[in-house]
């Protein structure tokens, strides 16, 4: 039964009975502060100080599985697929490569999008495969904006989306992200909802027949 624990901007802490994964880590340099988590594994979808502060995870085996890439892992019954996209919408030429991770983690798919910066190829939708939790940039700046993102969950169509990476009144960005209310305008959403925690099974999802949803998670070091 993983449950979901939003560390404040692009960083997740999911935790099932064969692992915790930490995604995209960040330090201090952005404002906030991630304390010292624990896991097992770190995702880092780019080398930018805002997602990659695997030196801050405390390990919690004999050391610490960093995925920072493309390919296929599989660290101690955790499944994991990097899938390459780029960070621009102008296939990297502007701020290079992003990677996607999709995280299966107890009978659950979870998708990462890190710093995604365009709609998806049909290639990377066919990687990316079925997922049941989407975590989604929706702040703009150097990722994807609201209107992207609903365009992005609409072609990847999950179960649960999970919105990230947009404004927070601690961060100091030279460039300035939306409000999470530009996205949930755009998904029809009238009054935002804070939730503490995630905790999905096989059996608890939606179901496919059913519209997505939207779930808001509150930082847990706000």
Known sequence: MPDVQYLGHSCFRLRGRDGIVLCDPYNRSIGMDLGRPSAHIVTISHDHADHNFAVGVKPLRERLFVV???GEYEINGVLITGVRTAHDSQKGAERGFNTVFVIHLDDVVFCHLGDLGHELTQT???EIGDVDVLF?????GETIGAVEANNVISQIDPRIVVPMHYAAPQLSFEYQLAPLD?????????ELNFEEKLT???????AESEETRVV???PVNE
Do not use: M
């Not at 530009?182 to 009238?190: A, D, L, N, Q, S």
């Open 136 to 140: 989604v940039p929706v702040g703009g």
């Open 124 to 126: 990377q939708l066919e």
């Open 68 to 70: 920072d890439g493309p």
């Open 200 to 206: 999905v099974t096989a059996t608890n999802l939606p």
């Open 216 to 218: 808001i998670l509150r």
């Open 182 to 190: 530009k996205f949930t305008h755009e998904r029809g959403i009238k």
